[in-house]
């Protein structure tokens, strides 16, 4: 059974009629002024120009590079989406820097409408001769993400004490011990989610005013305001809320004047009684290349490591999430799933999801066969991890061959039950075919794969202790 992900493409009718895109483009726009709101959406988003339709990709231009790229990391998600919804065949928005003749932003908001008081943007080139920007008198709370809540973040091992200071922050800020709160992990863990979750309970209960950003945002905040003559108005905004957070603080590493102007907010907030929250990929003292007094600061508080998930955290999160959407997803299917994506939560949830949207939109039952079948690419890509060289080493250092044995036309039983082990191993964990997996063996014939492959499942059904070793080195494979 194939159910390719782009099987429902033809059921769209292709785009024909060009003229429409132009209020398409128009009515996008509207929608995301109306959620970044008008100073960031005068800020970044006024100059984008529409670009070329090509099949079901459709070309932005922005004037430089440092546009481009900001509108790719802040808004790229978004603008696929809104024109997905627009114009249901597009399925990609290229963003480019655009080139001499090429088209100029329509004329779509009043900024455009009326040139002369358009606002200008930062220019590549960071020269004190350009232009200011408009005034940055920004709201500064970045909207919440409504799915983000204590509700939907389930709890295991490897989180639960990020989670309950988290809560604990969101019921009563600024206690003695928790300012700041600095959560920390590895992508995908769920920091933006707890973050997102202490900023709903706060603004649920009542008059408490919660600002929430990434660094990145910070940061060019607090370039456009130095650019418009306007930091003293940044600075009293950012210094005016209950609770600050700012998410992926890394991202301040080397950008040493944001760096300053965080941590003098970080002060006067902290002085003035009000919480502050941090996360990044690292703990306070493994951030090199932060300042060290900032450092110090930072881990002033309580410091919360989000771990990477567990096989049993895995299970649960999968559990609760197939249980929120509806569908009813088979245990072996989880199971699977947990097995195969151990990298990060949002990976997981990507793949749960895209198995979910097959089977709404196909109407069909979630089977295993029809998981590898759907996730085929996702799957191949987490195989990638461990290559066939790999393998071939851990085995000979855990059997104590050397590496060339598993090339070589060596038979005596210690040298070609770990060989045969291995190719086992790299049938099980890559994608690669019997062919190419015997290439790598010293040129075996893919017959000699397969009969390796047997032989060990055989023995493995037979043989416990032999089952388990085996067993031991695939997880430390996968690990
Ligand atoms: P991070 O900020 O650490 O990179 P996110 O908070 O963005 O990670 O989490 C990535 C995705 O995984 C989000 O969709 C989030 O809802 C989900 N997620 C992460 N941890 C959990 C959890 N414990 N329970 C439910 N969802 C989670
Ligand atoms: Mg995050």
């Not at 590898?372 to 085995?395: G, N, P, Y």
Request: hydrophobic residues 40%; contains cysteine.
């Amino acid at each position: 059974m194939t159910i390719g992900v782009d099987d429902d493409e033809s059921a769209f009718s292709r785009l024909e009629d060009n003229k429409g895109l132009a209020e398409s483009w128009l009515r996008i726009c509207g929608r995301l002024k109306g959620e970044v709101g008008e100073v960031e959406y005068r800020t970044w988003l006024t100059q984008i120009a529409l670009g070329p339709i090509d099949g079901d990709e459709i070309t932005l231009l922005l004037p430089t590079r440092f546009l481009r790229d900001w509108v790719r990391s802040q808004y790229g998600d978004r603008l696929n989406e809104l024109w997905h919804n627009e114009i249901p065949s597009i399925r990609r928005v290229e963003l480019q820097v655009a080139r001499p003749g090429d088209p100029a932003p329509l004329p779509v908001t009043e900024v455009a409408a009326a040139p002369a008081s358009a606002a200008p943007l930062p220019t590549e080139d960071n020269s004190p001769a350009s232009r200011p920007v408009a005034e940055v008198r920004s709201d500064l709370v970045t909207a919440l993400d409504s799915r983000f809540t204590f509700d939907t973040f389930v709890v295991g091992k490897p989180n639960e004490f990020a989670y309950a200071c988290a809560r604990r922050v969101a019921e009563k800020p600024s206690s003695v011990g928790f300012n700041p709160l600095f959560l920390y992990g590895g992508v995908g863990l769920g920091k933006t989610h707890l973050m997102h979750a202490i900023g709903a309970e706060l603004v649920k209960s009542g008059n408490v005013s919660v600002a929430y950003m990434s660094a990145e945002k910070f940061m060019y905040r607090f370039i456009a305001a130095i650019r418009s003559q306007s930091t003293i108005e940044f600075k009293e905004q950012l210094r005016s809320v209950d609770v600050l957070m700012i998410d992926d603080l890394q991202f301040l590493i080397g950008k040493d004047n944001t760096q300053e102007e965080f941590f003098h907010t970080f002060n006067a907030l902290v002085d003035a009684g009000r919480q502050i929250v941090v996360s990044a990929d690292k703990s306070p003292s493994d951030l090199s290349g932060l300042e060290d007094r900032l450092r110090t600061r930072l881990g002033c508080g309580m410091v919360a490591d989000i771990h990477a998930t567990t096989f049993e955290l895995r299970i649960s999160i999968l559990e609760a999430k197939a249980a929120a959407s509806g569908v009813v997803v088979p245990a072996k299917v989880l199971e699977f799933l947990a097995h195969k994506i151990t990298s990060n939560v949002r990976e997981l949830e990507g793949a749960l999801n895209r198995l979910i949207a097959h089977a709404n939109l196909f109407g069909r039952p979630v089977t295993l066969e029809a998981t590898q079948d759907v996730l085929h690419d996702i799957l191949k890509a987490h195989d990638r991890r461990v290559t066939i060289e790999e393998i071939q080493k851990k085995v000979a250092e855990h059997w104590n061959i050397r590496l060339t044995d598993m090339s070589s036309a060596r038979r005596a039983r210690n040298v070609a039950r770990p060989r045969q082990v291995a190719m086992y191993l790299a049938k099980q964990l890559t994608s690669r075919s019997l062919p190419e997996i015997g290439r790598k063996f010293g040129n075996r014939d893919h017959t000699t794969v397969m009969h390796a492959v047997n032989r060990v499942t055989e023995l493995m059904e037979r043989d416990a202790a032999f089952a388990e070793d085996v067993e031991l080195m695939r997880r430390m494979l996968e690990s």
